[in-house]
């Protein structure tokens, strides 16, 4: 039995980058509906007991979707955090970021370029392989990189429900603003401790 994860930030904290109206659809619907589903589908089979990242790497169909999108947004939500000027990554993640990319700016580029270039809905991702070396996916739809044997580090969600009732058509724009709010001692946290 799965929960709705506790946001660690009041649903108004992360304005005007996200509306306190499109937290309130996108958490308390979007993912509830995700949980409430992925619920009812592992009733009584051999997934019951299994932990989420195996059911989302594991599962087909609909309980594979449901697994898939509730991991990526407990992610996502949980990498959160108050709009704080000059916000860049630190420690041993924003020494790695410039090795890779040569200098923040190039990586938010790339990342940017991954998100407004992927078709439909779907998922950016920042993610460590098994060396330990940075790499950026899209994923699309419920995707999760995972199933591709990555370490997940850092997510932006481009289904439309997350931008559209703050930047209607504009994900470009959506995705710019999102640097704000990103708290990198959190990614910091998942780079080192993986
Ligand atoms: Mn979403």
Known sequence: MFTLIQLPYA????????????????????????????????????????????????????????????????????????????????????????????????FKAEFEKAGTTLFGSGWVWLSADKDGKLVITQETNAGNPLTKG????MTMDVWEHVYYLDYQNRRAAHLQALWQIINWEEIERRYTEG
């Open 11 to 106: 649903q108004d904290a992360l304005q005007p980058v996200i509306s306190k109206e499109t937290l309130g659809f996108h958490y308390g619907k979007h993912l509830q509906t995700y949980v409430d589903n992925l619920n009812k589908l592992i009733a009584d089979t051999e997934f019951e007991s299994l932990p989420l990242e195996e059911i989302a790497v594991k599962a087909q169909g609909g309980m594979f979707n449901n697994a898939g999108q509730i991991l990526n947004h407990n992610l996502y939500f949980m990498q959160l955090a108050p709009a704080k000027e000059n916000n860049a990554p630190v420690g041993r993640l924003a020494e790695a970021i410039d090795a890779t990319y040569g200098n923040f700016g190039n």
């Open 150 to 153: 990555l370490r997940p580090l």
